[in-house]
């Protein structure tokens, strides 16, 4: 996977700086906290440090995550999901991601037999991962649940939900622009073309 085009689509997922209470990451500009930034630099940033970051300061910290995910631990598969979720949840989110993703696909409903849901991909998550053989399929399916499981109180759809809800539509309009590019990429010259004469199709009987 190229840096620069992660890059790219990373600064368009995430936009400019945001200080919205109810944001579990805080202040947070080019999608980068002010926690983060502040372990990045080896020091404690203002909130006004995080507005004024430059995208060269950008470049340098997502440089840095990008080169510490290990991607050669994840499936060719479900390196674009990863590796954006790695923004968006932490490194350490994505990575427990991954682990649920392995044992919900090797071992439903069999919890007794789950490699451990840490966040660190050790020897037990890259073998489970090597027998999973996950898609992307499985990736953004896991993900979902990550996603309900910061929105919802309890199991009851009808239920009060918690603040994070405000951002659900953002997370999955994500989720789903990442899945539509994973199965484009997928997708065969002759499969594309078929798409592309059914649309015409469609278009012309309306």
């Given at each position: 996977?190229?840096?620069?085009?992660?890059?790219?689509?990373?600064?368009?997922?995430?936009?400019?700086?945001?200080n919205?209470?109810?944001?579990?990451?805080?202040?947070t500009?080019?999608?980068?906290?002010?926690?983060?930034?502040?372990?990045?630099?080896?020091?404690?940033?203002?909130?006004?440090?995080?507005?004024?970051?430059s995208?060269?300061?950008?470049?340098?910290?997502?440089?840095?995550?990008?080169?510490?995910?290990?991607?050669?631990?994840?499936?060719?598969?479900?390196?674009?999901?990863?590796?954006?979720?790695?923004?968006?949840?932490?490194?350490?989110?994505?990575?427990?991601?991954?682990?649920?993703?392995?044992?919900?696909?090797?071992?439903?409903?069999?919890?007794?037999?789950?490699?451990?849901?840490?966040?660190?991909?050790?020897?037990?998550?890259?073998?489970?991962?090597?027998?999973?053989?996950?898609?992307?399929?499985?990736?953004?399916?896991?993900?979902?649940?990550?996603?309900?499981?910061?929105?919802?109180?309890?199991?009851?759809?009808?239920?009060?939900?918690?603040?994070?809800?405000?951002?659900?539509?953002?997370?999955?309009r994500?989720?789903?622009?990442?899945?539509?590019?994973?199965?484009?990429?997928?997708m065969?010259?002759?499969?594309?073309?078929?798409?592309?004469?059914?649309?015409?199709?469609?278009?012309?009987?309306?």
């Open positions: 996977m190229d840096f620069k085009a992660w890059f790219e689509k990373t600064l368009e997922h995430e936009g400019g700086f945001v919205d209470p109810d944001d579990l990451g805080g202040a500009n080019h999608g980068i906290t002010q926690q983060s930034y502040s372990e990045f630099v080896g020091r404690s940033v203002t909130i006004d440090e995080i507005e004024n970051m995208l060269e300061q950008a470049e340098e910290f997502y440089l840095q995550l990008f080169g510490s995910l290990g991607m050669a631990n994840i499936p060719n598969s479900c390196q674009r999901g990863y590796s954006d979720a790695a923004v968006n949840l932490g490194k350490g989110g994505a990575s427990r991601v991954v682990q649920m993703a392995c044992n919900t696909k090797l071992n439903p409903g069999n919890k007794d037999n789950w490699i451990d849901v840490d966040g660190a991909i050790g020897s037990g998550s890259r073998a489970a991962i090597a027998d999973s053989d996950l898609s992307y399929w499985d990736w953004y399916a896991e993900l979902a649940v990550w996603y309900a499981n910061l929105v919802l109180k309890g199991c009851g759809f009808s239920n009060e939900r918690t603040t994070q809800h405000k951002f659900q539509r953002g997370w999955f994500r989720m789903h622009q990442n899945l539509v590019q994973d199965r484009l990429d997928e065969s010259i002759e499969e594309l073309e078929q798409v592309i004469e059914q649309k015409r199709a469609d278009i012309e009987q309306d």
